[in-house]
Each structure stands twice: as structure tokens, then as C-alpha cells.
């Protein structure tokens, strides 16, 4: 069987690891990039008041953080690719240099390294801060690759179907879905996957013939397209 290559991003948080321990998982046997951005202003708070009290020329603070800073990313990446290590992934880690928009530039990655999965934590964060402020969220937007999300926090049912339970994938009969079901059957062969149709009036397409099919009715209150 060919190991499957995912990108996982890192940032250092325990639901970025969570995210690393959840996918493996789901996908045991992968290599896997573990992926940290090194973000201005490089280097965190604590450690810019200890080199700013360490140095008295702007010049050599600079480098000092740069210096501080790079070998702080590394170390992170580390963390994250010791976390995949011990979840069974061959892990390696890249560390790449950033300057904001990271759910973007995790994208451009994936699109240069074109892993079969994207990994990424989700801090559970709601409304317009899910919308307009997530890392996740950008780059599930903008990815060209097949993306996990993993909710963070998890309760305990649901680390316990992760090894076996059943894959969900939403079915309407258009072109997307239909891309999603041959991307979840060739990451997840061998495993029970269920199509979940909302009915809402419109006809659904049919499924493939050897997949089963749940059709559950529009929750009332709730417009079309947000079933």
C-alpha cells in the first residue's frame, strides 16, 4: 500500500496537536510534513523583553531576535513532528518564514507540496471570528488539496470513533460531492463511508449503486442551502 503524504499545519497549540493525534489516527500509516510559520514579530513576547534588556543597539536586537526567533521555530516544528512520531507517522519537519495571512500561505504550501491531505486544528472559534479570523478557515478556502478540519475540543465518544466509525460525506448529486466521495474512498479504502442527503424539496441525484444513501428533512426554521 502506498503511504499517503499529509501536510499538517502547527503552531505550537494543543489543538494543533490534537489535530496531528486525531488525523493519525484516522490515517495510520502516512509521512507527514509538519508545518510551522514563522511569523513577525518572530520570536515571542518573553523572549523580545529578555534580548531588549540583553543589548543596547537597535542593530543587534534585531539580530538577536532573528537568531532567538529562528531557533524557537525549530523547536516548535519539533514538538509538532515528536507528536507525529509518536501517533506512527514518519514525520520531518518546514519551517517556513511568514509575514500574516497564514491560512494563505499554509494553501500555497499544500499547492507546492501537493500532500493528499491537508491537516489543521480548529481552536473552536465561532461566528465572524470562524468567518473572517480563522487560520483553518482561510485555508480550507483556499487549498488545492483535500483538508481535514479537527474541532477542537473533542469529547470522549468522539475519540473513540475516530479508529472505526463510519465516514460521513454530503450528497446532493452535484460534481463537488461526487469529488468528495472519490477523495474520502481513497483515504479512507476499506472503511464504512455513508452519503447524508438533507431533503429539502429538490430532488437528490442518486448515489453510486454499491453506496448507501441517508436522507434526513430540512430542520425547520433552518433556509435552503444551510442544511
Given at each position: 500500500?502506498?503511504?499517503?503524504?499529509?501536510?499538517?499545519?502547527?503552531d505550537?497549540?494543543?489543538?494543533?496537536?490534537?489535530?496531528?493525534g486525531?488525523a493519525?489516527?484516522?490515517?495510520?500509516?502516512a509521512?507527514?510534513?509538519?508545518?510551522?510559520?514563522?511569523?513577525?514579530?518572530?520570536?515571542?513576547e518573553?523572549?523580545?523583553r529578555?534580548?531588549?534588556?540583553?543589548?543596547?543597539?537597535?542593530?543587534?536586537?534585531?539580530?538577536?531576535?532573528?537568531?532567538?526567533g529562528?531557533a524557537e521555530?525549530?523547536?516548535?516544528?519539533g514538538?509538532g513532528?515528536?507528536?507525529?512520531?509518536?501517533?506512527g507517522?514518519?514525520?520531518?519537519?518546514?519551517?517556513e518564514?511568514?509575514?500574516g495571512?497564514?491560512?494563505?500561505q499554509?494553501?500555497?504550501?499544500?499547492e507546492?507540496?501537493?500532500?493528499?491531505?491537508?491537516?489543521?486544528g480548529?481552536?473552536?472559534?465561532?461566528?465572524a471570528?470562524?468567518?473572517?479570523?480563522?487560520?483553518?478557515?482561510?485555508?480550507?478556502h483556499?487549498?488545492?488539496?483535500?483538508?481535514?478540519?479537527v474541532?477542537?475540543?473533542?469529547?470522549?465518544?468522539?475519540?473513540?470513533?475516530?479508529?472505526?466509525?463510519?465516514?460521513?460525506?454530503?450528497w446532493?448529486?452535484?460534481?463537488?460531492a461526487?469529488?468528495?466521495?472519490?477523495?474520502a474512498q481513497?483515504?479512507?479504502d476499506?472503511?464504512?463511508?455513508?452519503?447524508?442527503?438533507?431533503?429539502?424539496?429538490?430532488?437528490?441525484?442518486?448515489?453510486?449503486?454499491d453506496?448507501?444513501?441517508?436522507t434526513?428533512d430540512?430542520p425547520a426554521?433552518?433556509?435552503?442551502?444551510?442544511?
Amino acid at each position: 500500500m502506498t503511504m499517503l503524504r499529509v501536510m499538517a499545519g502547527y503552531d505550537g497549540s494543543i489543538a494543533a496537536g490534537e489535530a496531528i493525534g486525531v488525523a493519525a489516527r484516522l490515517l495510520p500509516r502516512a509521512h507527514a510534513w509538519i508545518s510551522y510559520l514563522w511569523v513577525p514579530p518572530f520570536a515571542d513576547e518573553a523572549m523580545r523583553r529578555r534580548l531588549w534588556h540583553g543589548t543596547s543597539r537597535v542593530d543587534e536586537f534585531v539580530a538577536a531576535v532573528e537568531r532567538e526567533g529562528s531557533a524557537e521555530a525549530a523547536r516548535i516544528a519539533g514538538m509538532g513532528a515528536a507528536l507525529a512520531g509518536a501517533a506512527g507517522w514518519e514525520a520531518e519537519t518546514l519551517v517556513e518564514r511568514g509575514y500574516g495571512g497564514e491560512g494563505a500561505q499554509l494553501a500555497e504550501l499544500a499547492e507546492k507540496l501537493e500532500p493528499d491531505l491537508l491537516v489543521l486544528g480548529s481552536r473552536g472559534l465561532g461566528g465572524a471570528h470562524a468567518v473572517l479570523g480563522s487560520v483553518s478557515d482561510m485555508a480550507v478556502h483556499y487549498a488545492p488539496r483535500p483538508a481535514l478540519v479537527v474541532p477542537h475540543p473533542l469529547l470522549v465518544d468522539e475519540h473513540a470513533t475516530v479508529a472505526d466509525g463510519p465516514v460521513l460525506v454530503g450528497w446532493d448529486g452535484s460534481a463537488g460531492a461526487r469529488q468528495a466521495l472519490t477523495v474520502a474512498q481513497s483515504l479512507f479504502d476499506g472503511r464504512r463511508i455513508l452519503l447524508a442527503a438533507v431533503h429539502d424539496g429538490v430532488p437528490t441525484e442518486p448515489p453510486p449503486a454499491d453506496c448507501e444513501l441517508l436522507t434526513v428533512d430540512r430542520p425547520a426554521g433552518r433556509p435552503a442551502g444551510r442544511g
